[in-house]
Nanobody, 123 residues
Framework: VQLQASGGGLVQPGGSLRLSCAVS???????MGWLRQAPGKEREFVAA????????YYADSVKGRFTISRDNAKTLVFLQMNGLKSEDTATYYC??????????????????WGQGTLVTVSS
């Protein structure tokens, strides 16, 4: 599977951005996720969607503000980010996992990664 993320940029606190991830190649995955890494911090889970079924999962820090979704053709995965805060500043990655449900929150369980897209939240 090949993943290509886009949509990052500079936004003011309280603003919105939508990230996109183009999915191609042989797609045999359990979950597609968004993860992020801020400068000097470890990579962390943000959100994931079960590839077949569409159930979604969120980190507590983004619940109610971010929404993950995919198109019906399963070629795009989106992360709609509303109410952005300065602490959301990070490089965001889309990634795929073949893991079980209990592992969806663990960044080490994602085995294919796209290149990151930088999101900067600042006034």
């Amino acid at each position: 599977v090949q993943l290509q993320a886009s949509g990052g940029g500079l936004v003011q606190p309280g603003g919105s951005l939508r990230l996109s991830c183009a999915v191609s190649g042989r797609v045999s995955v359990s979950f597609m996720g968004w993860l992020r890494q801020a400068p000097g911090k470890e990579r962390e889970f943000v959100a994931a969607i079960r590839w077949f079924g569409g159930h979604t999962y969120y980190a507590d820090s983004v619940k109610g503000r971010f929404t993950i979704s995919r198109d019906n053709a399963k070629t795009l995965v989106f992360l709609q980010m509303n109410g952005l805060k300065s602490e959301d500043t990070a490089t965001y990655y889309c990634a795929s996992s073949n893991g079980i449900t209990s592992s969806v929150y663990d960044p080490t369980m994602y085995n294919h990664w796209g290149q990151g897209t930088l999101v900067t939240v600042s006034s």
